[in-house]
Protein backbone atom coordinates (compact mmCIF):
# COMPACT_ATOMS: atom_id res chain seq x y z
CA UNK A 1 0.00 0.00 0.00
CA UNK A 2 1.69 2.85 -1.14
CA UNK A 3 2.09 5.96 0.89
CA UNK A 4 -0.06 9.03 0.80
CA UNK A 5 -2.43 7.23 -1.43
CA UNK A 6 -6.00 5.79 -0.64
CA UNK A 7 -4.61 2.47 -2.53
CA UNK A 8 -5.85 0.03 0.25
CA UNK A 9 -6.80 2.00 3.01
CA UNK A 10 -10.48 2.55 1.38
CA UNK A 11 -11.13 -1.13 1.67
CA UNK A 12 -12.29 -1.11 4.97
CA UNK A 13 -14.38 1.91 6.65
CA UNK A 14 -12.91 1.35 10.40
CA UNK A 15 -8.81 1.91 8.54
CA UNK A 16 -7.06 5.01 9.40
CA UNK A 17 -4.75 5.88 6.11
CA UNK A 18 -0.92 7.17 7.76
CA UNK A 19 -2.48 10.51 7.25
CA UNK A 20 -5.23 9.80 9.73
CA UNK A 21 -8.02 9.69 7.10
CA UNK A 22 -11.50 7.44 6.50
CA UNK A 23 -11.76 7.43 2.37
CA UNK A 24 -15.13 6.11 2.84
CA UNK A 25 -16.30 8.90 5.00
CA UNK A 26 -14.62 11.09 2.36
CA UNK A 27 -16.91 9.33 -0.49
CA UNK A 28 -19.75 9.58 1.24
CA UNK A 29 -19.01 13.24 1.46
CA UNK A 30 -18.64 13.29 -2.36
CA UNK A 31 -21.72 11.29 -3.13
CA UNK A 32 -23.93 13.86 -1.86
CA UNK A 33 -22.33 16.36 -4.20
CA UNK A 34 -22.82 13.45 -7.00
CA UNK A 35 -26.48 14.19 -7.87
CA UNK A 36 -25.89 17.84 -9.07
CA UNK A 37 -27.88 19.40 -6.51
CA UNK A 38 -27.56 22.39 -4.18
CA UNK A 39 -29.99 23.19 -1.08
CA UNK A 40 -30.21 26.54 1.19
CA UNK A 41 -31.93 26.79 4.09
CA UNK A 42 -32.40 30.03 6.43
CA UNK A 43 -33.52 30.96 9.21
CA UNK A 44 -35.55 34.74 10.32
CA UNK A 45 -37.05 35.88 12.82
CA UNK A 46 -40.34 33.97 13.48
CA UNK A 47 -39.61 31.20 10.17
CA UNK A 48 -37.42 29.17 8.71
CA UNK A 49 -37.37 28.26 4.87
CA UNK A 50 -35.37 25.34 2.67
CA UNK A 51 -34.81 25.57 -0.91
CA UNK A 52 -33.49 22.99 -3.19
CA UNK A 53 -33.06 22.50 -6.82
CA UNK A 54 -35.34 20.25 -8.43
CA UNK A 55 -34.06 17.75 -11.28
CA UNK A 56 -36.45 15.44 -12.75
CA UNK A 57 -34.63 12.94 -15.13
CA UNK A 58 -36.29 11.61 -17.96
CA UNK A 59 -39.09 13.18 -19.41
CA UNK A 60 -41.44 9.66 -18.61
CA UNK A 61 -41.53 10.46 -14.96
CA UNK A 62 -44.17 11.82 -12.92
CA UNK A 63 -43.04 15.43 -11.55
CA UNK A 64 -45.29 15.55 -8.72
CA UNK A 65 -43.39 12.68 -7.27
CA UNK A 66 -39.67 13.56 -7.66
CA UNK A 67 -39.25 15.50 -4.00
CA UNK A 68 -36.29 15.92 -2.16
CA UNK A 69 -38.60 17.59 0.55
CA UNK A 70 -39.53 14.92 3.40
CA UNK A 71 -42.31 15.18 6.31
CA UNK A 72 -40.14 14.32 9.92
CA UNK A 73 -43.16 15.07 12.27
CA UNK A 74 -46.39 17.53 12.17
CA UNK A 75 -43.93 20.66 12.56
CA UNK A 76 -40.43 19.32 11.64
CA UNK A 77 -39.44 18.42 8.30
CA UNK A 78 -36.09 17.74 6.09
CA UNK A 79 -34.56 18.46 2.68
CA UNK A 80 -32.22 15.46 2.15
CA UNK A 81 -28.89 16.19 -0.17
CA UNK A 82 -27.24 13.51 -1.88
CA UNK A 83 -28.22 9.81 -2.61
CA UNK A 84 -31.57 9.81 -2.49
CA UNK A 85 -32.15 5.80 -1.45
CA UNK A 86 -30.07 7.02 1.27
CA UNK A 87 -32.20 10.03 2.26
CA UNK A 88 -35.65 7.92 2.26
CA UNK A 89 -34.31 5.38 4.74
CA UNK A 90 -32.88 8.14 7.35
CA UNK A 91 -36.30 9.49 6.66
CA UNK A 92 -38.15 6.47 7.74
CA UNK A 93 -36.14 5.72 10.65
CA UNK A 94 -36.21 9.66 12.02
CA UNK A 95 -40.30 9.73 11.19
CA UNK A 96 -40.28 6.87 13.70
CA UNK A 97 -37.84 8.72 16.15
CA UNK A 98 -40.29 11.47 16.20
CA UNK A 99 -43.15 9.72 16.23
CA UNK A 100 -42.00 7.28 19.30
CA UNK A 101 -41.04 10.33 21.31
CA UNK A 102 -44.40 12.04 20.42
CA UNK A 103 -45.93 8.90 21.88
CA UNK A 104 -43.62 8.88 25.00
CA UNK A 105 -43.60 12.31 26.21
CA UNK A 106 -47.22 13.86 24.72
CA UNK A 107 -44.99 17.02 23.00
CA UNK A 108 -43.79 17.17 19.74
CA UNK A 109 -40.11 16.36 19.60
CA UNK A 110 -37.22 19.35 19.89
CA UNK A 111 -35.27 19.87 16.30
CA UNK A 112 -32.02 19.84 18.47
CA UNK A 113 -32.47 16.10 19.93
CA UNK A 114 -33.83 15.03 16.56
CA UNK A 115 -30.80 16.22 14.91
CA UNK A 116 -28.53 14.56 17.31
CA UNK A 117 -30.68 11.25 16.97
CA UNK A 118 -30.15 11.36 13.35
CA UNK A 119 -26.40 12.76 13.47
CA UNK A 120 -25.63 9.65 16.46
CA UNK A 121 -26.47 7.20 14.03
CA UNK A 122 -25.02 8.11 11.24
CA UNK A 123 -21.84 8.61 12.88
CA UNK A 124 -22.68 4.54 14.36
CA UNK A 125 -22.27 3.79 10.52
CA UNK A 126 -18.78 5.31 10.45
CA UNK A 127 -17.65 2.69 12.98
CA UNK A 128 -18.41 -0.69 11.79
CA UNK A 129 -16.70 -2.43 8.40
CA UNK A 130 -20.23 -4.20 7.65
CA UNK A 131 -21.82 -0.71 7.50
CA UNK A 132 -21.58 2.29 5.26
CA UNK A 133 -21.98 5.88 5.69
CA UNK A 134 -25.07 7.34 4.02
CA UNK A 135 -24.37 9.14 1.62
CA UNK A 136 -26.63 12.07 2.10
CA UNK A 137 -26.64 15.46 3.79
CA UNK A 138 -29.50 16.19 5.87
CA UNK A 139 -31.00 19.90 6.86
CA UNK A 140 -33.76 19.69 9.57
CA UNK A 141 -36.18 22.74 9.96
CA UNK A 142 -38.78 23.08 12.79
CA UNK A 143 -40.83 24.85 14.92
CA UNK A 144 -39.45 24.34 18.16
CA UNK A 145 -42.59 25.14 20.89
CA UNK A 146 -40.05 27.22 23.56
CA UNK A 147 -37.18 28.21 21.28
CA UNK A 148 -38.91 29.03 18.03
CA UNK A 149 -37.87 28.15 14.72
CA UNK A 150 -34.70 26.04 14.28
CA UNK A 151 -32.56 24.82 11.23
CA UNK A 152 -29.85 22.19 11.74
CA UNK A 153 -27.65 20.01 9.64
CA UNK A 154 -26.51 16.59 9.75
CA UNK A 155 -23.74 15.21 7.41
CA UNK A 156 -22.42 11.72 6.54
CA UNK A 157 -19.87 11.44 9.43
CA UNK A 158 -22.14 12.20 12.41
CA UNK A 159 -21.91 15.98 13.51
CA UNK A 160 -24.82 18.11 13.31
CA UNK A 161 -24.56 22.17 14.84
CA UNK A 162 -27.10 24.60 14.49
CA UNK A 163 -27.17 27.66 11.71
CA UNK A 164 -28.98 31.14 11.16
CA UNK A 165 -27.94 29.88 6.85
CA UNK A 166 -26.09 26.97 5.54
CA UNK A 167 -25.94 24.94 2.18
CA UNK A 168 -25.54 21.15 1.07
CA UNK A 169 -24.60 19.74 -2.32
CA UNK A 170 -22.57 20.45 -5.44
CA UNK A 171 -22.05 24.28 -4.81
CA UNK A 172 -22.46 24.14 -1.49
CA UNK A 173 -18.80 26.02 -0.44
CA UNK A 174 -20.63 29.09 -3.02
CA UNK A 175 -23.58 29.55 -1.18
CA UNK A 176 -22.11 29.63 2.13
CA UNK A 177 -19.83 32.15 0.76
CA UNK A 178 -23.09 34.44 -0.71
CA UNK A 179 -24.88 33.79 2.47
CA UNK A 180 -21.72 34.71 4.91
CA UNK A 181 -21.71 38.11 2.42
CA UNK A 182 -25.46 38.78 2.60
CA UNK A 183 -26.19 38.13 6.41
CA UNK A 184 -23.76 40.82 7.13
CA UNK A 185 -26.15 43.45 5.20
CA UNK A 186 -29.23 41.44 6.80
CA UNK A 187 -29.27 39.82 9.86
CA UNK A 188 -31.46 36.85 9.56
CA UNK A 189 -33.00 37.80 13.53
CA UNK A 190 -34.44 40.57 11.25
CA UNK A 191 -35.86 38.64 8.21
CA UNK A 192 -39.66 38.35 7.91
CA UNK A 193 -41.13 35.15 6.88
CA UNK A 194 -41.58 36.13 2.82
CA UNK A 195 -37.91 37.87 3.34
CA UNK A 196 -36.27 34.60 4.81
CA UNK A 197 -38.03 32.47 2.06
CA UNK A 198 -36.67 34.91 -0.86
CA UNK A 199 -33.86 35.45 0.70
CA UNK A 200 -33.30 31.67 0.02
CA UNK A 201 -34.64 31.49 -3.32
CA UNK A 202 -32.56 34.82 -3.92
CA UNK A 203 -29.23 32.64 -2.68
CA UNK A 204 -29.90 29.86 -4.86
CA UNK A 205 -30.59 31.86 -8.00
CA UNK A 206 -26.83 33.64 -7.55
CA UNK A 207 -25.17 30.61 -6.96
CA UNK A 208 -26.44 28.32 -9.68
CA UNK A 209 -26.34 31.36 -11.64
CA UNK A 210 -29.67 31.12 -13.21
CA UNK A 211 -33.18 32.25 -13.80
CA UNK A 212 -35.73 29.53 -12.28
CA UNK A 213 -39.29 28.73 -12.87
CA UNK A 214 -41.63 27.31 -10.10
CA UNK A 215 -41.13 23.56 -11.86
CA UNK A 216 -37.50 23.66 -11.23
CA UNK A 217 -37.21 24.28 -7.12
CA UNK A 218 -39.28 22.91 -4.48
CA UNK A 219 -39.33 25.40 -1.17
CA UNK A 220 -40.40 24.39 2.36
CA UNK A 221 -41.54 26.57 5.24
CA UNK A 222 -42.25 26.38 9.00
CA UNK A 223 -43.24 29.48 10.61
CA UNK A 224 -45.27 30.92 13.92
CA UNK A 225 -47.77 31.84 11.54
CA UNK A 226 -48.11 28.67 10.38
CA UNK A 227 -45.93 26.12 12.78
CA UNK A 228 -46.63 22.86 10.33
CA UNK A 229 -43.98 21.90 7.91
CA UNK A 230 -44.83 23.14 4.76
CA UNK A 231 -44.27 22.56 1.43
CA UNK A 232 -44.92 25.52 -1.28
CA UNK A 233 -47.12 25.32 -4.26
CA UNK A 234 -45.80 26.46 -7.43
CA UNK A 235 -48.75 29.07 -7.59
CA UNK A 236 -47.00 30.50 -4.19
CA UNK A 237 -43.21 29.96 -5.48
CA UNK A 238 -44.33 31.85 -8.51
CA UNK A 239 -45.34 34.75 -6.40
CA UNK A 240 -41.84 34.92 -4.62
CA UNK A 241 -39.79 34.29 -8.05
CA UNK A 242 -41.60 37.08 -9.68
CA UNK A 243 -41.34 39.59 -5.99
CA UNK A 244 -37.64 38.75 -6.69
CA UNK A 245 -37.71 39.80 -10.16
CA UNK A 246 -38.96 43.11 -9.63
CA UNK A 247 -36.41 43.72 -7.10
CA UNK A 248 -33.95 43.41 -9.56
Known amino acids: MSRGSSSGYDRHITVFSPEGRLYQVEYAFKAVKAPGITSIAVRGKDSVCAVTQKK?????????????????????????????TDAKAQVQRSRK??????????????????AKRIADRNQVYTQHAYMRPLGV?????????????????CDPAGYFIGYHACAA????QEAVNYLEKKLKDAPTSEL?????????????????????KA??????????????????????VETHLTVLSEKD
Not at 73 to 80: F, L, M, R, T, W
Request: glycine content about 4%; some cysteine.
Open 97 to 114: EAAEFKFDYAYEVPVDYL
Open 192 to 212: SEADTIQMAIASLQAVIATDF
Open 169 to 172: GQKD
Open 56 to 84: VPDKLIDPTSVSHMFRLSENHGCVSTGVI
Open 137 to 153: AMMLIGMDEERGPQLFK
Open 215 to 236: RDIEVAVVSAKRPKFTVLSDED
